[in-house]
């Protein structure tokens, strides 16, 4: 069963520290929400996961093995995957182009096809807009389809960052509805997110970050209950 473990990573750009201290820990099957305002060292935290940057400090370790420092490529290869913001895909090309570019890295192009059937059941506006071109869908469906095409590389972690980020509340509540299926299909899930609320309904663990650290972690029920939560995040 795999685990992914990230102790006291730094990450720096140039002079900059993007993330300093940050630690988390995600044991397979699990939901495990990292929460934090804008800026806290969320993105940087799971850009340095996937290797799209470098720790200059600390560990990130998969399955009982280091990957910090390796290539995204060698990282989703592994198993893991991100979800980016929506809007960060090929925009000229189509929602079905978009998705199969996800599958490159599977040892087996075969594995493709039955891939976008689950993606497509997940998300039937995808299989509506199949032939459409990214770049002129909603908002929603743009952060449907960066979901499926990471889920496209058949990963044994997913990770999303921001995903509720600009949506309606009615798209939110949807895409929240298949991320709990996702979790109830085994999927190990780590989940970036402002909107905290959201993010705890579907957690099983969760951490706070401030300025690029860890200040606080416990379960759904003890974040919520906690009074430095409260303020910030929850306005009570």
Do not use: C, H
């Amino acid at each position: 069963m795999s685990t992914l473990q990230v102790r006291e990573i730094e990450v720096r750009y140039g002079d900059l520290i993007g993330v300093s201290r940050v630690s988390l820990e995600v044991p397979a099957g699990a939901v495990v929400a990292l929460i934090g305002a804008n800026g806290s060292g969320k993105s940087t935290t799971l850009r340095a996961i996937i290797g799209l940057a470098t720790p200059s400090a600390g560990t990130i370790e998969w399955d009982g093995q280091r990957i910090d420092g390796l290539s995204a490529d060698a990282v989703i290869r592994r198993g893991l995957t991100l979800a980016p913001e929506g809007w960060r895909l090929f925009a000229q090309q189509s929602v079905e182009a978009n998705l199969r570019l996800g599958a490159t890295v599977l040892p087996s192009r075969a594995r493709a096809a039955e891939l976008l059937t689950r993606v497509y059941d997940l998300f039937p506006r995808l299989r509506e807009r199949r032939a459409q071109i990214a770049g002129t869908l909603s908002g929603g469906e743009r952060q449907m389809l960066a979901v499926g095409r990471a889920l496209m590389s058949d990963p044994r972690l997913l990770m999303l960052d921001e995903p509720s980020l600009g949506l309606a509340p009615v798209v939110v509540e949807r895409l929240y509805d298949t991320i709990a299926q996702l979790a109830r299909d085994g999927l190990t899930l780590l989940l970036a997110e402002q909107s905290v609320g959201q993010a705890l309904e579907v957690a099983t663990y969760g951490y706070v970050l401030q300025t690029g650290k860890t200040i606080i972690e416990g379960t759904p029920q003890d974040l919520l209950a906690d009074a430095a939560v409260q303020k910030a995040y929850l306005g009570v």
